[in-house]
Every structure is written in C-alpha cells, then in structure tokens.
C-alpha cells in the first residue's frame, strides 16, 4: 500500500495499463478480464487486477496530466515492482493522414516539459517508448486491420491550449498527435530500467474539428486495449 494506491504488494500484476480516466479502468478491466478484482480506489482512481489469456494484468487509472501520470507510475515502478507499463488513452490528431478512430503507436514524446525537467535540468532529453513493445504493438494492430500510425508525438501540459503558432510547428515537424502524458511516463521507465508504451486512440482533430461520437468511443477504445495486451504478451 502507498499513499495513492490503497492495493497489497500481490494484488499489483507485472505489467499495468494506464487509462487517465478510472471508469474507462473499470470498462477495460470488465470487457477484456478474468477474475477481475478492484485493487485500488484511493481518490477514486481505480485500479483493477485480472488475467487475460493467463496472464495477470493490472489497469490503473493515472488521472490526466503528466504531474499525475508520474504520481501513480512512481509508486508502480518503486513500490511494486512493476515491469511493463503501457498507456491506452486518446489523443489529438494533428497530421492530414491521420484519421478519427485511427491508432498511434507513440515512437518517441515531444514535450514543452515534464516533471523530470528538474532532474534532466539543461538537457533535452529525448523519451522514446520501448522498441520490442512498439514493434509487437505494430504487428497486432496490422493483423487486427487497424489503421495504425508510427511517430513522434506531443504531450501537452495544457488541454486548453492557446499556442496556434506552436500547433503549426508540431503539424510542419511531422507530430502524429497530441496528449498529455505519455512522455514523462518514457522518463520513469528510461530512469527506471523498465518497459513503457503508448497506446492512443485519435478521438478528436486539430485541423479538422472532427471528433468521435461518445457511443462510437467504446468500439475504438476496444481495439486500442486489445492491441495492448497483445504487445505486452504477444
């Protein structure tokens, strides 16, 4: 137990996916999990522990934003040992061939910064997502038939963003989309030693305007999950 993760030291799996909302935790753990149980609702950021084809997985909630994300992956990686750490959320689309519904698989994260800045302090550090989980990811999204992008992408400190000119430069420097924590978690895992991915689901465009339907989101998030899995066990 630690202070934002109510659950026993057996209670967390190896390898954890890390939705930013808990009630999309529960919504994975339920749909894609066996013997699903609740192992943490510390500030209501739940956390479920189950097994998928007989492998004992863990979905956390990290809450939205990096400063939250490296809260909960701290206390994973340091307080249980956690090996595998894979986001599944959404993102902003920001390139014309990307498309609603469509997965990117996050190669490496740009960002303004990060909660590790203070530790990197003059140099850029480049965060980039663990090779052997981005190329099985890669291979189940091809044969599930997914749509499916690989790149740079942007984490974002701001939702609300009010920087157009910095948008034109992530779309002209080939940024697939945008976020909001995916980079500091390649941080954690790079200082840390373990494996790190992101997993993301284009639910809105930047230059479009389009955005997916609220009944559409579970169907596209269902396959961002099990591409997930597949990666972490594949």
Not at 137 to 153: L, M, P, Q, S, Y
Not at 171 to 190: D, F, S
Request: hydrophobic fraction near 40%; aromatic fraction near 8%; include cysteine.
């Amino acid at each position: 137990m630690t202070i934002h993760i109510g659950a026993a030291k057996g209670d967390i799996a190896p390898t954890v996916l890390m939705p930013g909302d808990p009630y999309r935790a529960r919504w994975a753990a339920e749909k894609f999990l066996s013997d699903v149980k609740l192992v943490n609702e510390v500030r209501g950021m739940l956390g479920f522990t189950g097994t998928w084809n007989g492998n004992p997985v863990t979905i956390q909630g990290s809450g939205m934003g990096m400063p939250s994300l490296s809260i909960y992956a701290n206390e994973l990686i340091t307080e249980y040992d956690t090996q595998t750490l894979i986001r599944i959320g959404s993102c902003g689309g920001m390139q014309k061939s990307v498309g609603i519904r469509d997965v990117i698989l996050a190669q490496t994260a740009t960002s303004i910064s990060t909660p590790s800045r203070g530790i990197f302090k003059e140099m850029n550090f480049a965060p980039a997502a663990n090779f052997d989980l981005l190329h099985k990811a890669f291979h189940a999204a091809e044969a599930k038939g997914t749509t499916t992008h690989v790149g740079n992408i942007y984490s974002s400190d701001v939702f609300y963003d009010e920087r157009p000119d910095l948008n034109e430069q992530m779309t002209r420097h080939g940024i697939l989309g945008v976020e909001m924590e995916a980079a500091e978690l390649y941080n954690l895992a790079a200082r840390h030693g373990r494996k790190a991915l992101a997993v993301l689901t284009v639910s809105d465009h930047l230059l479009t305007g389009e955005a997916l339907p609220a009944e559409d989101r579970e169907r596209s998030f269902g396959d961002m999950v099990e591409i997930a899995l597949e990666a972490a066990f594949g």
